[in-house]
């Protein structure tokens, strides 16, 4: 080999090293953002999500982290789902479009209602299908969150 093809050999490889600890880096990332933002810690870390927070520590689901529920479970969906929520509640919260509730989107309570049967399986076999509804938070909307207090009893303002 030539001395040209040695120099261009080597440098292949320092680039494909470097192709490779950027790639090891990102998914080391990425998996602690998703680990941190999946938590109850995060999501109330956000003045909206006070109540809801609150409500789900008090609840059956109070061990689940947020986005068991609340985002898929596969990587690059859960990705996907999480960047379009996060940016729209970035958004709602920029421009004071936030109600007193929050309501779900039909694509949040698609993925909530994926999560619930995800777990809860047996169950779903129990349920009169003469009976059941769409999703299973048409019947158990307070399972997962309890009753919210109302808004002139919440302490938002004191946490």
């Known amino acids: 080999m ?7 050999h080597g440098a292949s490889k320092a680039t494909v090293l470097a192709a490779l600890l950027v790639g ?7 998996g602690f953002t998703f680990s941190h933002t999946d938590q109850a810690q995060f999501c109330g870390s956000c003045h909206v999500m006070y109540e809801p927070v609150r409500t789900h520590q ?19 969906p859960k990705a996907v789902f999480k960047a379009w929520a996060g940016t729209k509640d970035i958004y709602k ?3 004071g479009e936030v109600g007193d509730i929050i309501r779900p989107s039909d694509r949040t309570r698609d993925v909530v209602n994926r999560n619930c049967m995800n777990c809860h399986s047996m169950t ?3 349920v009169d299908a003469d009976v059941a509804k769409d999703r ?24």
């Open 124 to 126: 779903g076999l129990n």
């Open 93 to 95: 919260n920029t421009f």
């Open 136 to 159: 299973c938070t048409d019947c158990h909307r307070q399972v997962p969150h309890l009753r919210s207090t109302p808004v002139a009893d919440r302490r938002v303002a004191d946490e």
């Open 2 to 8: 030539t001395e040209k093809t040695n120099r261009q």
């Open 24 to 30: 090891v880096a990102l998914t080391l990332v990425a």
């Open 58 to 76: 008090q609840s059956p689901h109070a061990k689940l982290d947020c986005n068991e529920c609340h985002a898929p479970h596969s990587a690059m």
